[in-house]
């Protein structure tokens, strides 16, 4: 069974409180990090960054399983090459920020946190998680892109 119209509204609804994590703001921090005063080699840097943050999109909508999500990124973050663990490098506004893998799975956790508390959700909390990391990894992506290009 899928979830119903109302489930569907909790889930969007809560995704856009302040309790919620911020998508847009997590994109636009990527983006302006990695995209300010570029110069061509960081440039090539932010372009493989982007086809990871596409690739985790991409994951999100081809899996039916919330800890897929979780097990990808954490095993992105555990790689060693240059190539693969860029993406996961501090690109928040400061040195003390957390990585951004780091800060991804944070939401995914509050996000998963919500749907377990919330009671409307519990019957249904497979389909829950899922549709909200999908929002959510949407939201994220559309603003990365957006202040990427802007």
Known sequence: MSLTRDNKTIIEQ??????????KRLGRETANALHRNATDGEDQKATRIMTQIRGIQNL????????????????????????TSIWWEKVATGAREPELGH??????????DFIENENELKKRKLEARIYAARLWIRRFVASYLFHRNS
């Open 60 to 83: 999100v909508y081809s899996t039916n399983r919330f800890s897929d999500i979780e097990e990808s990124i954490w095993s992105r973050m555990g790689r060693d090459t240059k190539k």
């Open 14 to 23: 809560w995704l856009i409180s302040p309790e919620a994590p911020d998508a």
């Open 103 to 112: 800060r991804v799975l944070t939401a995914l956790t509050k996000i998963r």
